[in-house]
């Protein structure tokens, strides 16, 4: 019966010392998402709506901003020659009028901030559905990020995919048809949100 249990026992040991472990690898690569979000071709060209957006809106309100320096300047030769009541009537007027230039400047950079972050959310949402499907696609098991919000302190240059990342979107992004411009919010509907 001994005999019997120790030849059970090493035949149990030697079967278990020839099975070879089954490790499965795991892959994985990081991507550097400040990077990306420099080098994306539909990111830069997100920036470049705005900012042109930007400056047009801001060339209207630069020119009312000239007209009303020009106003003020106006107001201060005149004022001792049109007399005090003249002059207590047109600074209430020039006072209100660069407090609506304010408020105008204040909207409009709201506005455009609102109309660009909704857009670049998107963005960030269709980047990170890209790269989930790539990690699936190329047998990736954690792809991470870093950059401005860094969740890796370190890692092997070898693991970086951002190059493959942003050659991938970029080539997706030139392939895709370009939709139309989508109605921009009407300037009265972003002051009221």
């Not at 660069?98 to 909207?107: D, N, S, T, W």
């Not at 950059?147 to 693991?159: N, Q, R, V």
């Amino acid at each position: 019966m001994k005999k019997a249990l120790v030849i059970i026992a090493l035949s149990i040991f030697a079967v278990s010392c020839t099975k070879t472990a089954e490790v499965k690898e795991v892959k994985t690569a990081y991507v550097d998402t400040s990077i990306l979000m420099k080098e994306y071709t539909e990111a830069k060209d997100l920036e470049a709506k705005y900012k042109g957006q930007a400056e047009e809106k801001g060339r209207q309100l630069q020119a009312e901003i000239t007209r009303f320096k020009q106003d003020a300047a106006n107001f201060q030769s005149q004022a001792q020659a049109n007399g005090q009541a003249w002059a207590q009537q047109r600074g209430a007027e020039l006072q209100k009028r660069e407090q609506q230039l304010g408020y105008a400047q204040q909207a409009l950079s709201q506005q455009l901030q609102q109309e660009s972050g909704v857009e670049m959310d998107s963005l960030v949402s269709g980047v990170k559905k890209f790269i989930k499907d790539y990690g699936k696609k190329n047998g990736y098991s954690y792809i991470y990020g870093t950059g401005d919000a860094a969740s890796i302190l370190y890692a092997e240059e070898k693991y970086d995919i951002t190059k493959d990342i942003i050659k991938a979107l970029n080539d997706k992004y030139k392939s895709s048809p370009k939709s139309e411009e989508k109605p921009a919010v009407k300037e009265g509907e972003a002051v009221k949100k």
